[in-house]
Each structure stands twice: as structure tokens, then as C-alpha cells.
């Protein structure tokens, strides 16, 4: 079973691939890429779109996994995230692969044991889990997180 999570954002999108079988985690590939903050939203959400869309036929998962919503301080940039994290959930989609969500707590939990970790402890989990890769940000460090979280929970949506 080959999973990938995906760290939506506007600026940042992270990714992350693992493998998971009898299990056992294996890390494929993770990454960051970035959006042109002089270009509109229009054309931001479009390039988060094709980018997304080359990771998913390069790796050709079976599933993804993303975090759901969270509400920020600021309205308009909790609408803007809101905006790329739906083109995150649409892309696959549109590939034909099911796409699943986590609450923060819960990719917590699942990774680390405990739903209010910090980001140093999830972070060093995911090393642990995948035999110490290069990752690649923080970014594409909670995509694996998700990607871990969704290998732990998917058969509870069967």
C-alpha cells in the first residue's frame, strides 16, 4: 500500500510517501514546493493543482491522507488555507484516489502516542518510523506524519 500525505498551504505545500505493509513503514519520497506570492489566488491555487498533480502520478498512491481544517486567528487566511487545502483534496480525487481526513490531535496521537505533542516530538517519531530520511521541511515532515496516521487508522473506515 503505497500512501501519501499532503501539507496543504498557500505559500508551502508539503508531501510525503511511505509504503506501509504487514505493519512496517517504508519512506519513498517527501517534499516541499513552493507557490509565486506575486502571481493572484487564481493562479496560486492552479499551480498548488498541477504541482500536486505531478507528485500523485509520479508516486501513484493508493491513498492520501490530509489534515482537516483548523481555524487561524485570521479569517482571511483561514479562507485562503481553506482554498489550497481544497484543491489538496480535489486533485487526487480527480485521479481516482480516495482521499481521507485527520484531525491534528489524531495525527498527533497516532504518530507519537500522545494527541498534544509538540513538533520536535513528531518530527523525531517520523525518523524513528522511517529509518532516519532526509526530510525535507517541516512541511513535508507533517505530510509523512499524515501519511504514518493514515497507515495506523484506514482500517477504521472500512
Do not use: W
Amino acid at each position: 500500500m503505497i500512501i501519501m500525505g499532503i501539507d496543504p498551504g498557500l505559500r508551502f505545500n508539503g508531501y510525503g510517501v511511505i509504503e506501509y505493509q504487514s505493519g512496517s513503514f517504508k519512506h519513498i519520497a517527501n517534499g516541499t514546493f513552493k507557490t509565486n506570492e506575486k502571481l493572484s489566488l487564481s493562479e496560486r491555487l492552479s499551480q498548488i493543482y498541477y504541482s500536486l498533480e505531478d507528485i500523485l502520478k509520479t508516486y501513484k498512491p493508493d491513498e492520501v491522507a490530509v489534515e482537516e481544517v483548523f481555524v487561524n486567528v485570521n479569517p482571511s487566511s483561514t479562507l485562503k488555507l481553506g482554498q489550497a487545502r481544497g484543491v489538496a483534496i480535489l486533485t487526487p480525487s480527480l485521479l481516482g484516489i480516495p482521499v481521507f481526513e485527520y484531525s491534528p490531535n489524531l495525527i498527533k496521537k497516532s504518530v507519537v502516542g500522545v494527541g498534544h505533542a509538540g513538533k520536535e516530538q513528531i518530527q523525531m517519531m517520523v525518523k524513528l518510523l522511517l529509518c532516519n530520511p532526509k526530510i525535507d521541511s517541516e512541511h513535508s515532515g507533517d505530510a509523512l506524519a499524515m501519511a504514518i496516521c493514515h497507515a495506523h487508522n484506514r482500517n477504521s473506515f472500512k
